[in-house]
Structures are given as C-alpha cells and as structure tokens.
C-alpha cells in the first residue's frame, strides 16, 4: 500500500515550494497548485530510491487526475448546477493506528448525497482501503490528485463537496499564517512513509482556484480540524447558539480567501480537540461522531440554514459526550501513544469556517 510511487524524487515547486514528485529521469515538472513549472538541472545527479516491490507504474510528469477518474460532468440540460464530490474514508487497517467507523462514515456520505442533494453517483469519487482501483486508495498522491480533480473546470453554478474521515493531526508552522504556531493535517493511508497533506496546501488546492458563483462545501472528520481549510473566518458559536466570526486571516497578509468563488467547512473539532470514532451514537456500528452528527442534523429537519446545522451537530454530542468519551479517537497522537482511548478526557465541539462572513441563521444550507 505505501509502495506505489515509492521511485518518484520529491522536489519543491519554484514557486509555491508544493512538494512535487518527479519521475525518474524527468528534467521539469509542472505543479498542479499553481501551475509553474519546476526544472532540475541535472537529474541524474539525483540517486534515486530503490523500487518497491509490486510497485505500480509511476504517473508521467504532468500530476493530471487518472484516466479512469473520467472527466468533469458534462452541463445540466437548461444550464442546472453541475454537482462533483469526492469522499475519502481512511481505516489504517493493521496499524496502531486503526479506526473503525471511517468508511462507514465514506459510504453514509454518498448515499446522503445522492439520495438527498442529486448528486450523480458518476461524478463522485471514493477513496477507500476497500476500492480495487489503485488511483482509488488514500494515499497521499490519490488524495491530492482527487482534490485537484474536483476544482478542475469548474463554473459558475457548479456544487463541490469535499468529505474527510480519518486521521487528522498537527506540525510546526514556521512561515507565521498560524496564530497557534501550527498548520493542521490530513493522514493519508500512506502518511508514515509520505507525510500528511497540510492546510497551505489544502487551501491552495481546493479554496483559492474558485471563481465566482462555485460552491465548495468541506466536511471534515477528523482531530485538529477546526481550520482545516485554513478559511479566513471561524463561527465562534456558544451553547447558546450565540455566535460571532473570528478573522483568522494570516498575520503575514496571505491571501488565504477565493478567487470570487465561496468555501464553507464543517468539522469535527475546533484545532486544539480530538474528534470521536465511535459506536455510542448510531448505537449499531462504528461511526465519526461528527459525520454522523451533520447527517442527522439533516435527516431530522434541521438542515435549513448553517447555524441550524452547526447547533444540532454540538446538541447531539453534547447528549451522548459522556458515552462517546469513553470510546476511541481519532487523534494521530493519541492512538499511537494510548493505542485509541483516553477515557473521560474526549471533549470535541463541530467547527464551522467561511471564506466570507454571513448570518448563518439567515443563509439557507444547500448542496
């Protein structure tokens, strides 16, 4: 599983610094954030990295989504809003690492939102331990390529729907964005061998490409994720349902907004929390707690507006914090040092980020 592309040289971008993998011999590579294109003036000097067994073809130099990915949804007839997703629950399966109810969470999504929203089960992509496509596996690569593939062509009207269910975690921040000292991550299937996915890059890929009247809506079930997307505004929200927006816009003055489009991220945590993998709400099996949440929160009338949403999702922990604090969590750290529970201690309170600030008892919820 971590041996893919375990023969791809990783370099920098010029421009953006977006670590690349170059293949083998190549002499340039084009980033597929910011489009610059990356030359190595001698690759042969590079040694590269002996080839891992069963290791599939390396992709060529231009980081596109793979073919069998198929292409954008062609236009609705009357010029409706196209829909795309991509969906990505991660078990770590037979590491200390493992967790129990992410895919179950990967396939509650896309049946919601198929059956609810219309999505076309044609543009939605699943990565899963269970695909049997090796482009459709969580790892680093794949992940990266599927956020890529869901901005690409976008226009005005479409809907984009990025879920997460898995590991989430932190690492030093050393360019000053972050208030906390700390970008957030995403842990790919392959993150012990690849590293994870950070928000600069997350933002760069998925938030900052939208132009005008495209509609991305993140769903993210993991710890540390509060401002996963590193969106400028955080809902501040009490028990009360009393909120405000905080700016959480770079001290550094980076452009961390869209390019007219908007971006709006539900998730599991606020960025110092651990979010909940467990079987203490749906009482059946094991589940996100904060994918469950926002579900439920729809499926019981309570998806009109985002502050409606957002207030369900806390009531519902809230109600069953005691039961879910003695289950598992999905904290990178936490499992790997207390092997998945750490009882009493689980506190997690869903986080709702913006590219824009809005009354979110006012603004309708739509996918």
């Known amino acids: 599983m971590f041996g893919p592309y375990a023969t791809m040289m990783l370099i920098?971008?010029?421009?953006?610094?977006?670590?690349?993998?170059?293949?083998?011999?190549?002499?340039?590579?084009?980033?597929?954030?910011?489009?610059?294109?990356?030359?190595?003036?001698?690759?042969?000097s590079v040694p590269t990295p002996p080839s891992a067994p069963h290791s599939l073809p390396p992709p060529g130099p231009a980081p596109r989504p793979p073919p069998s990915w198929g292409l954008a949804p062609p236009p609705m007839p009357g010029g409706g809003r196209r829909k795309k997703a991509v969906i990505c629950g991660i078990t770590y399966r037979n590491t200390r690492s493992e967790l129990k109810g992410c895919i179950n969470d990967a396939k509650c999504m896309k049946y919601l939102l198929i059956n609810r929203f219309g999505f076309p089960e044609s543009s939605i992509i699943m990565l899963t331990e269970?695909?049997?496509?090796?482009?459709?596996?969580?790892?680093?690569?794949?992940?990266?390529?599927?956020?890529?593939?869901?901005?690409?062509?976008?226009?005005?009207?479409?809907?984009?729907?990025?879920?997460?269910?898995?590991?989430?975690?932190?690492?030093?921040?050393?360019?000053?964005?972050?208030?906390?000292?700390?970008d957030e991550t995403l842990c790919p299937v392959d993150f012990q061998t690849q590293g994870m996915i950070v928000d600069d890059e997350i933002n760069a890929t998925m938030v900052r490409p939208l132009p005008r009247g495209v509609t991305l809506h993140a769903?993210?079930?993991?710890?540390?994720?509060?401002?996963?997307?590193?969106?400028p505004y955080l809902c501040r929200m009490n028990r009360?349902?009393?909120?405000?927006?905080?700016?959480?816009?770079?001290?550094?003055?980076?452009?961390?907004?869209?390019?007219?489009?908007?971006?709006?991220?539900?998730?599991?945590?606020d960025d110092d929390q651990t979010s909940a993998d467990t079987s203490a709400l749906s009482g059946i099996t094991?589940?996100?707690?904060?994918?469950?949440?926002?579900?439920?929160?729809i499926e019981r009338g309570h998806g009109t507006t985002y502050g409606s949403i957002l207030n369900s999702m806390r009531s519902t922990i809230r109600s069953t914090g005691d039961a879910i604090s003695g289950g598992p969590v999905t904290s990178l750290i936490t499992m790997l040092l207390t092997g998945g529970s750490m009882p009493g201690t689980l506190r997690q309170e869903p986080q709702l980020t913006s590219n824009e600030m809005f009354d979110v008892y006012a603004k309708p919820f739509s996918l």
């Open 12 to 44: 920098n971008c010029s421009h953006c610094h977006t670590p690349l993998q170059l293949p083998p011999g190549a002499s340039s590579i084009r980033c597929a954030i910011c489009r610059a294109i990356t030359y190595v003036s001698d690759p042969r």
């Open 130 to 182: 269970d695909e049997r496509d090796p482009y459709k596996i969580p790892t680093k690569h794949n992940i990266r390529m599927a956020m890529y593939w869901l901005v690409q062509g976008c226009q005005p009207g479409d809907s984009l729907v990025f879920h997460y269910s898995g590991h989430g975690s932190q690492q030093r921040d050393y360019s000053g964005e972050e208030a906390d000292g700390y």
């Open 219 to 231: 769903i993210i079930d993991a710890c540390h994720s509060g401002t996963m997307l590193d969106l």
């Open 240 to 269: 009360s349902g009393q909120y405000a927006w905080e700016d959480h816009r770079p001290r550094n003055g980076a452009w961390k907004g869209t390019s007219g489009g908007e971006a709006i991220s539900f998730s599991g945590c």
């Open 286 to 297: 094991s589940t996100g707690a904060m994918t469950y949440c926002f579900i439920q929160a």
